[in-house]
């Protein structure tokens, strides 16, 4: 299926998303990254039971952080598809950068600049 | 344990905002159970806190500790080395954690990152429920284990009052009706004839009314 | 019964009478007017006036300031006095107050929680109940000492009652919890507002199982219903009120205008019926912002005219 998707997106691969944590999510903004999404599995299909259910909750919790600290919670996002939805995966892909391209860099990259400090 | 919630993350910021080194001090104890001040919320918070100075273009230096406890000196004292390196100190214990820190270690401003609720149990996760109120002088020998002042909203000792309906209290309807479970749990013990006992005027001096209290215990004293 | 105080509203009871009482509700101000233009439609009326002690937790001209208004009137005040918003120092210091204007009577309420009210911000106090409060009142003039011990100078002369809901849950503690009332030293009892008659009956006929129709004076609490709203907020919105199904049928059956001429019906009809059963020893006719409407019910419920008594 040779799909493609935009090459400005990093995988990180996690055995199930009820791995995904906060944590994770925040540091990644606190590394740079300008946006986060996590594609789980269908709801109620999680081999895990609900593990994908978790990440929803952890998600909208990092939302509500991110929007308090003035960075936008809209910058992270879930997704769920199962894994036969290559085309989906692909559009859903291309749906959030052009999402984060439209919400610009991260607001701590352009204070960076701003201060002339060095990149991360 | 004694319950506490998160403190909204801005309410933090607005006290530390001037800081230039921070240290986020977490407790291992009653706050890691419910979720509000352990290792986990410790290093979130502390992750939102960077990008938010990231964000403002400030170079902050914040640093992250979980201790054993905040309530005793020996737990406390593990951080007297270091504790100078900083302008501030966000303690995600209880208030009494927060307290013990400010008075051991008078130098430095201590904030709290807590709210501290009340003394409860974890009904089911993400819900945590008040138990106890520490009157000083427990009465659950007499209510079938069941706590008047902590479950009702009137603390009324010989209740329930009119409003009591369905089992539930007047004030919200997911709330129990505290003198409904005192009644069932008297009638399950078979002591339902023990409900017409008068409970008499109660001595609150045990309680906050009393002033700052105390526990003093010779026998255990060095 | 044998009178242990000066107040009118006991006297009347031990006479064997129904006795009518109502109540007023005092004004969000300080307009004294307003506590007597209400005292005057319904003086003739009634053998004593409830005044409500910030009822609902609202903010309200203070009850006991109110029954003075009542006292110099020359009318019998019930003194309503809740334990939410005040410890045992100012409730003793209130009731020495309140007998100093020899106010006779008191109902001793737990009170609304200060969550419905306008400072749902505030502290309760609840250093007492409201069992507990009929026994500070009965120790006061019984005893004529304060609860610490100390004697007090010109004991209280107060009638004191209690209320009593026979409709909130449990049902089948309602009873003992009258009985525990009486044994904390209640005199009279007046009830919640009455509109599942067949339930009051039955709550009455265990009070009475048990003689305690015998030891307290109860008075059956009606408000008569204004419209099917009412009806139906009554139903829903208050905890503890048992309005039945058949009610708000009858009052919604009815054409809107006619409404409010069905309630004091249905009220009038209550009153028939509830003077017959043993243990009622009168009525508290509570007709909220409604009290012009007292004296028709009071009248068409042949409770007219009032004894006179000494």
């Known amino acids: 299926m040779r799909l493609k998707y935009p090459a400005n997106i990093k995988i990180v691969r996690v055995p199930c998303t009820g791995k995904v944590d906060i944590l994770h999510i925040l540091r990644s903004f606190e590394k740079g990254a300008d946006g986060v999404y996590v594609v789980g599995c269908l709801e109620g299909d999680c081999h895990h039971h609900s593990g994908n259910l978790r990440a929803r909750k952890r998600v909208e919790q990092s939302q509500k952080i991110l929007e308090a600290i003035g960075i936008g919670g809209n910058r992270v996002q879930m997704y769920n598809l199962s894994s036969s939805e290559g085309a989906r995966f692909a559009r859903i892909a291309g749906e959030m950068v052009d999402k984060i391209i439209k919400l610009g860099p991260n607001p701590i ?3 960076k600049q701003a201060t002339g400090a060095s990149g991360c | 344990m004694i319950v506490a919630d998160k403190k909204p993350i801005e309410e933090i910021i607005e006290e530390v905002k001037d800081k230039h080194t921070i240290f986020i001090v977490g407790c291992n104890e009653c706050v890691t159970v419910c979720e509000a001040g352990g290792k986990k919320e410790v290093g979130i918070l502390a992750s939102a806190l960077r990008i938010y100075f990231l964000k403002e273009g400030k170079e902050v230096k914040i640093d992250e500790m979980t201790l054993q406890r905040q309530c005793d000196h020996e737990y406390l004292e593990e951080i007297r080395n270091v504790i100078d390196k900083y302008d501030a100190v966000v303690s995600l214990a209880c208030g009494v954690g927060v307290q013990f820190m400010a008075e051991k270690y008078h130098s430095i401003p201590v904030y709290p990152g807590v709210n501290t609720c009340f003394m409860g149990v974890t009904e089911k996760r993400g819900l945590w429920a008040e138990r106890c109120q520490g009157c000083g002088q427990c009465i659950l020998a007499h209510t079938g284990g069941i706590c008047p002042i902590s479950r009702c909203a009137k603390r009324i000792l010989n209740g329930p009052c009119g409003g009591s309906s369905n089992g539930h209290c007047e004030i919200r309807k997911e709330l129990d009706c505290g003198w409904q479970l005192i009644i069932d749990r008297l009638k399950a013990l078979g002591r339902l004839d023990e409900y017409e006992k008068i409970y008499p005027i109660k001595n609150w001096s045990f309680e906050r009314s009393g002033g700052p209290r105390q526990v003093v215990r010779k026998d255990v004293q060095e | 019964m044998k009178v242990k105080t000066p107040s009118k509203l006991e006297k009347i009871l031990a006479s064997g009478c129904l006795a009518v009482t109502s109540e007023c509700g005092p004004p969000r101000g300080s307009d004294p007017e307003m506590i007597t233009r209400k005292a005057n439609l319904i003086k003739s009326h009634v053998d004593a006036i409830n005044i409500t002690d910030n009822q609902t937790s609202v903010t309200r001209l203070c ?13 019998e005040p019930v003194l309503q006095m809740v334990t939410r918003d005040r410890n045992r120092i100012a409730l003793q210091s209130d009731i020495l107050g309140a007998a100093s204007f020899d106010i006779h009577n008191i109902l001793c309420l737990s009170g609304d929680h200060q ?20 026994q500070t ?39 003992p919890r009258l009985a525990k009332k009486v044994a904390a030293g209640a005199e009279f009892i007046q009830t919640q507002c009455i509109y599942n008659l067949d339930k009051f009956e039955l709550w009455m006929k265990m009070a009475c199982d048990r003689g305690l129709h015998e030891k307290v004076h109860i008075l059956a609490g009606l408000t008569p219903l204004k419209s099917a709203g009412m009806a139906r907020y009554m139903k829903n919105r208050v905890p503890g009120m048992d309005v039945p199904d058949e009610v708000v049928k009858r009052i919604a059956g009815t054409p809107k205008e006619k409404q409010p001429e069905e309630g004091i019906k249905i009220c009038i009809e209550s009153i028939e019926r509830l003077k017959k059963v043993e243990g009622v020893h009168g009525f508290h006719i509570m007709a909220i912002e409604w009290e012009e409407m007292v004296p028709e019910i009071v009248e068409k419920g042949g409770l007219y005219p009032r004894p006179k008594v000494e």
């Open chain 3, 137 to 175: 009142v009965r120790y006061m003039r019984d005893e004529g000492k304060f609860l610490g011990g100390d004697n007090l100078h010109r004991s209280p002369q107060m009638f004191v009652g209690a209320a009593a809901n026979p409709f909130a849950d449990p049902f089948e503690i309602r009873v």
């Open chain 3, 115 to 134: 969550s419905f009210g306008d400072c749902p911000q505030g502290q309760n106090v609840y250093d007492i109940d409201s069992m507990q409060l009929i």
């Open chain 3, 63 to 75: 009850s006991l300031a109110a029954c003075i208004h009542l006292k110099l009137m020359g009318l």
């Open chain 1, 109 to 111: 990259k352009k204070a």
